[in-house]
């Protein structure tokens, strides 16, 4: 066997399991695109796999081990490190997947090296205490997350219709009425529909937002160095955001709401999602604002 062989079966086998942990994990911020991830993951995995059974043939392998091997294995991975990244954007759901995928994991390795020289009964006893201890640990960092979103940035965003009432240079007035609407969608592809739209000097707009995905999404707008100042407070534990009441909404799964801005200054605003990890994912965009 060439090292070259052996290099690309590596290679395929385990960028495999990679591409399919990875789309496990981001599943639920890019469903359609993990899909695609995923495919292109099993079948690199199986080539890769193939081709080391033919280099290893004097081994008993069979596409039984491989599938458990691999495929359960990488599932359990991409479960097990999805929920923990993603326990601040989605606590509900990572509460039961990151114990779900260190089960998985478990069983998979078990299957791959351990059936042979490991009791069922000595399994089960070290399965039973460490999922335990897992679910346990996932049950305490909901109560926390869950509590922080509560009390903290998940409803101190005012009102849906909320209006800017003191002397901002882009702030909305009470007696302002919108001269149009626009709708926002906000998707757990970590993304704005539409991220980058315009906006007339004086005019007056209804911002309809509509949080189409499963986890919790924010709108905010300002200038650059307003968004920057709240994503500073936002790193702040327990902190109430109540300054950025008038120019920001939170938007719980499914959720929608509305806030009227008039644009008094021509320029760029900019509008941004502050949630954990989704303004670096690339939830962002801009209002250009013409004279």
Not at 190 to 195: G, I
Not at 207 to 218: D, M
């Amino acid at each position: 066997m060439s090292f070259a062989t052996t290099h690309t079966a590596t290679l395929l086998k385990y960028g495999g399991i990679s591409f399919i942990a990875g789309a496990v994990n981001h599943g639920m911020f890019s469903e359609s695109r993990s899909l695609i991830t995923a495919a292109f993951g099993v079948c690199f995995y199986l080539l890769g796999s193939w081709l080391e059974m033919r280099l290893h043939h004097d081994q008993r392998l069979n596409w039984a081990d491989v599938l458990g091997m691999g495929i359960v294995s990488s599932v359990g991975l991409g479960f097990f490190t999805g929920g923990l990244q993603h326990f601040p954007d989605s606590p509900d759901r990572s509460v039961w997947v990151v114990p779900l995928g260190f089960a998985l994991s478990l069983l998979a390795m078990y299957y791959m090296d351990w059936r042979t020289r490991m009791s069922v009964n000595r399994l089960i006893t070290y399965a039973l205490f460490s999922v335990a201890v897992v679910s346990v640990g996932s049950a305490v960092a909901w109560t926390q997350w869950v509590g922080h979103a509560d009390d903290g940035h998940g409803h101190t965003h005012g009102q849906a219709s909320a209006q800017k009432q003191d002397a901002h240079a882009h702030s909305s007035s009470v007696a302002d009425a919108p001269t149009r609407n626009v709708t926002v969608t906000l998707s757990d592809d970590m993304r704005f529909t539409p991220a980058n739209w315009q906006a007339t000097s004086g005019e007056t707009v209804r911002i309809q937002l509509v949080n189409a995905g499963k986890v919790r999404h924010e709108f905010i707008i300002g200038t650059e160095a307003e968004l920057q100042a709240h994503a500073e407070d936002m790193k702040k534990p327990n902190s109430s955001h109540n300054h950025h009441g008038s120019n920001a909404l939170s938007l719980a799964a499914g959720a929608k709401g509305e806030l009227v801005w008039t644009f008094t200054d021509a320029g760029v605003l900019h509008i941004a999602c502050f949630e954990p990890g989704h303004y670096e994912a690339g939830m962002r965009g801009t209002i250009s604002v013409l004279p």
